[in-house]
């Protein structure tokens, strides 16, 4: 799988922005970039995908480079129920035309949202 | 939303002991997963099962460990002989499809403590 980094840790206030960067340089045309978070004491959440174009869902908006070998997670106002570990995750298809669901995480970002 | 139920949330056993996790997916799903975390740790894939049938393990999942879909709602990965170093959250997850653009969907985990 390629691999992704992110910082170890970010800050936030409540209600405001944040935006959680991810590098993967080694990405491939046919990766997807899925963010998944992990809030404390639960199962990973998934939040949002993307291929090439920018994408938005209720919980967040996902920008992703036009080169694909970066995107941020971009939490439009931050609240304390958003303070989780979040991870960049490349998702591509394997040999045969499909991927088995095997998701690789790495250390993740963990945010900090201060009231 | 609907949601992957893991039983129990917590589970203690003495070493060399068997233990079953018990998972039941999303009703329509077709993709079942398990991972574990051990603590402090990354999140790590274990076993992808589709149509009664592993479709990929991981080096983790050694002769001690099965899985087993028992009835159209049930889901279980079984521990023949516990180690010390399987104490960890498992967790099971689902997902209707497994193309790479296809979201999972994980429980709140199981923690499994062996003494």
């Known amino acids: 799988d390629a691999k992704t980094t992110q910082p170890n840790s970010m800050e936030s206030n409540e209600e405001e922005p944040v935006h959680l960067p991810c590098n993967h340089s080694t990405i491939s045309g046919t990766d997807y970039i899925h963010w998944y978070r992990q809030l404390p004491s639960q199962g990973p959440e998934y939040v949002i995908h993307?291929?090439?174009s920018n994408v938005n869902n209720r919980m967040a908006s996902l920008a992703i480079a036009e080169d694909r070998k970066s995107s941020t997670l971009i939490l439009h106002r931050a609240t304390l129920r958003d303070a989780a570990v979040y991870y960049c995750i490349l998702r591509d298809v394997a040999a045969g035309g499909t991927s088995y669901g095997k998701l690789t995480f790495g250390q993740g970002t963990i945010l900090t949202v201060h009231p | 939303e609907p949601e992957v139920t893991q039983t129990p949330s917590h589970q203690v056993t003495q070493m060399g002991q068997e233990v079953i996790l018990r998972c039941v997916p999303i009703s329509n799903h077709l993709y079942f997963y398990w991972y574990r975390q051990i603590l402090g740790q990354k999140v790590e894939f274990l076993v992808s099962f589709y149509n009664n049938e592993i479709s990929e393990k991981s080096e983790i999942f050694d002769d001690q460990f099965s899985v087993e879909r028992p009835d159209g709602s049930n889901f279980t990965l079984k521990i023949r002989s516990t180690k010390l170093e399987d104490s960890a959250m498992y967790f099971c997850?689902?997902?209707?499809?497994?193309?790479?653009?296809?979201?999972?969907?994980f429980g709140s985990g199981t923690q499994l403590s062996v003494l």
């Open positions: 993307g291929l090439t």
């Open positions: 997850a689902s997902s209707y499809n497994r193309v790479p653009n296809e979201k999972l969907f």
